[in-house]
T-cell receptor
Framework: DQQVKQNSPSLSVQEGRISILNCDYT??????FLWYKKYPAEGPTFLIS?????DKNEDGRFTVFLNKSAKHLSLHIVPSQPGDSAVYFC????????????FGTGTRLQVTL | NAGVTQTPKFRILKIGQSMTLQCAQD?????MYWYRQDPGMGLKLIYY???????DKGEVPNGYNVSRSTTEDFPLRLELAAPSQTSVYFC?????????????FGDGTRLSIL
């Protein structure tokens, strides 16, 4: 029962272009969503988050959009840079559950020159 | 300030052996978590703790035990290692229950059971 799904295992984007990573969820009780970035042999690092009371959150080159009715969120990276090449995980949590995270399976982003 | 420190980084165990994965944090965070990540999969929660003396099961607790005697340390114990426990284990911490405070992860322990 995969409650958080990232249906694209990989994505390749040219440097300078926009990268769009998608995430779908099934549990309507989720009310906080996060994106983590992971390099090989390192732990995930927090990138950006969004509360269910918002539909957009922006931090520099990173923007997360949330469509609650579709149970869908996306991460936009503009412009993409070679250093953005990593695995990106979408995660979700529910208020009152000790902030336990449910993760998607990840999308490997490769930014090419 | 080391953040979240996991030891060892790598370990190979034989089936049936036991070991403890260590997680230490110096941020005085109340919440601590153990996740495992299998190849091509997302992280799955094993156990978590909201403070010293308080632990609870996550999604995949079978075959593991934890304790939380101090705020700083949250060891994960494998009693009888099985091949299915081959994975990368991540420890994470969080100051409190506020959703605005994300979890901080250690760099993981890669465990192989042969």
């Amino acid at each position: 029962d995969q409650q958080v799904k990232q249906n694209s295992p990989s994505l390749s984007v040219q440097e300078g272009r926009i990268s769009i990573l998608n995430c779908d969820y099934t549990n309507s009780m989720f009310d906080y969503f996060l994106w983590y970035k992971k390099y090989p042999a390192e732990g995930p690092t927090f990138l950006i988050s969004i509360s269910s009371i918002k539909d957009k959150n922006e931090d520099g080159r990173f923007t997360v959009f949330l469509n609650k009715s579709a149970k869908h969120l996306s991460l936009h990276i503009v412009p993409s840079q070679p250093g953005d090449s990593a695995v990106y995980f979408c995660a979700a949590s529910e208020t009152g559950t000790a902030s336990k995270l449910t993760f998607g399976t990840g999308t490997r982003l490769q930014v090419t020159l | 300030n080391a953040g979240v420190t996991q030891t060892p980084k790598f370990r190979i165990l034989k089936i049936g052996q036991s070991m403890t994965l260590q997680c230490a944090q110096d941020m005085n965070h109340n919440y601590m978590y153990w996740y495992r990540q299998d190849p091509g999969m997302g992280l799955k929660l094993i156990y978590y703790s909201v403070g010293a003396g308080i632990t609870d099961k996550g999604e995949v607790p079978n075959g593991y035990n934890v304790s939380r005697s101090t705020t700083e340390d949250f060891p994960l114990r494998l009693e009888l290692a099985a091949p299915s426990q081959t994975s990368v284990y991540f420890c994470a911490t969080k100051p409190n229950s506020s959703p605005n405070q994300p979890q901080h992860f250690g760099d993981g322990t890669r465990l192989s059971i042969l």
